[in-house]
């Protein structure tokens, strides 16, 4: 029997440690296809966030990807870094010289438009998978909802139904842009686009331990090095013996979708409470007897974008699908492993 075809995809960046995580995942992974990256402000300013994903671009011998900025800022608030979890240059302040190349000359919109309008042409739907804040992705499917012809769906990584990590309440990417999320779960029930919810529930289960990092980083391989640098960078970083893969697992989740757990269930963002603006506000009533009747009585009535959130995730699988990826032009040697 042949091999599937590759899965379309775009990733949607803010590079950020995780990201570069993802980014060495999808452009070395034979099962996808990555047709674009796009960049948006988030964990670095978004100079800073192309620099990076060009340079991790680079390293993996992908130059044949194009790269294009987008929105510097969130669409009403000004822009808040995370140089505190990611480092200096946003990438874990690895010392590696910039990238040779430069990026695409299109805004992140107009290319995300072109890959998306030539996709649905082809009659090859794309899977978008937005790792940043989702301000492109907003505009996008604002400006240009005929755009949803060419997507297969959106996997995203934000969120939660239970946790947050920014505030109490809500994740970094959601709370850095509520209004673009919130724009982005409306326009998705609006079109017909299937989403996935990649959120806090399950980010922080799939880890790397630091003796396989360190096997990574003595790779002759400049992918492997990498990798292994910036997981690495965050074991030094919270003084722990391993470390997420973080944005990673969304990627993962393309790949090896058994090894999630979802429930379709209805999310909102809230946009306007004083603790909790930017929580996906995760509908769970239905797991309870009665629950048709609660939302029958409520004044909100039931949210419209019906989210496959992720509440469970096989780390193990999805570590060694990552692991085994970035460490795919390792020597035997030294590549690493788990028993």
Known sequence: MPDPKPIPIVLDVDTGVDDACALLLGARHPGLDLRAVTCVAGNASLDQVVANTLLVLETAGRTDVPVAGGARRPLLEPAREARHVHGDDGM?????PPSTRAADPRHAVELLHAVLTGAAERG?????????PMTNIALLLRMYPDAARGLARIVFMGGAALVGNATAAAEFN???DPEAAAVVLD????????VTMYGLDVFYDVRVTRAEAAALAASADPVARLAGGLVLFQCERFGADDATVGDAGAVCAVLLPDGLRTQQLPVRVE???????GQTVVDQRADRSGGSLDHAHDPHGLAPALVDVALAVDAKAYAELW??????????SSSPSRS
Request: aromatic residues 4%; hydrophobic residues 50%; without cysteine.
């Open 92 to 96: 874990g302040d690895l010392g590696l």
């Open 124 to 132: 090859e739907p794309v899977t978008l998978v937005p790792l940043a």
């Open 174 to 176: 959601v709370w850095h």
């Open 187 to 194: 326009a998705a029930a609006e079109l017909g686009i299937p």
């Open 271 to 277: 946009l306007a409470g004083s603790w909790t603006r």
């Open 323 to 332: 692991l085994g990826t970035v460490s795919a032009g390792s020597s035997a």
